[in-house]
């Protein structure tokens, strides 16, 4: 049974960081990617980064990219978004989900349609 839970949320001021953890069962990364994805009221979910299991294999919006590191340990089967110089923009739920297609930089901005399995989500808030 493919499980998905994130942990790590919580509240910040902005400039500050905060490290996310998706801890994931039933699958590989070889198998599935595991993509992060955000929410604010009223709005649709938003694919931010994506990771696979080859090597150098991670993809980012334009809007998160060299604020937010995403990484993984296999080992641990568990991923990670490092989240630094936060704005309060990124303020949201913040999900990990299983997607489809193994190569996050071919694939591009994650989809959420394209990705079946999700976590509960944990709240970020940033706020001065």
């Known amino acids: 049974q493919v499980q998905l839970v994130e942990s790590g949320g919580g509240s910040v001021q902005p400039g500050g960081s905060l490290r996310l953890a998706c801890a994931f069962s039933?699958?590989?990364?070889?198998?599935?990617?595991i993509g992060w994805f955000r929410q604010t009221p009223g709005e649709e979910r938003e694919g931010i980064s994506c990771?696979?299991?080859?090597?150098?294999?991670?993809y980012y919006v334009d809007d998160v990219k060299g604020r937010f590191t995403t990484s993984k340990d296999s080992a641990k089967k568990t991923v990670y978004l490092q989240m630094n110089n936060l704005k309060t923009e990124d303020t949201g739920v913040y999900y990990c989900?299983?997607?489809?297609?193994?190569?996050?930089?071919?694939?591009?901005?994650?989809?959420?349609?394209?990705?079946?399995?999700w976590g509960q989500g944990t709240p970020v808030t940033v706020s001065s």
């Open positions: 990771i696979s299991s080859k090597p150098g294999d991670v």
């Open positions: 989900a299983t997607g489809s297609i193994l190569d996050c930089r071919l694939a591009g901005p994650p989809r959420s349609y394209e990705y079946a399995n």
């Open positions: 039933g699958f590989t990364l070889e198998s599935l990617p």
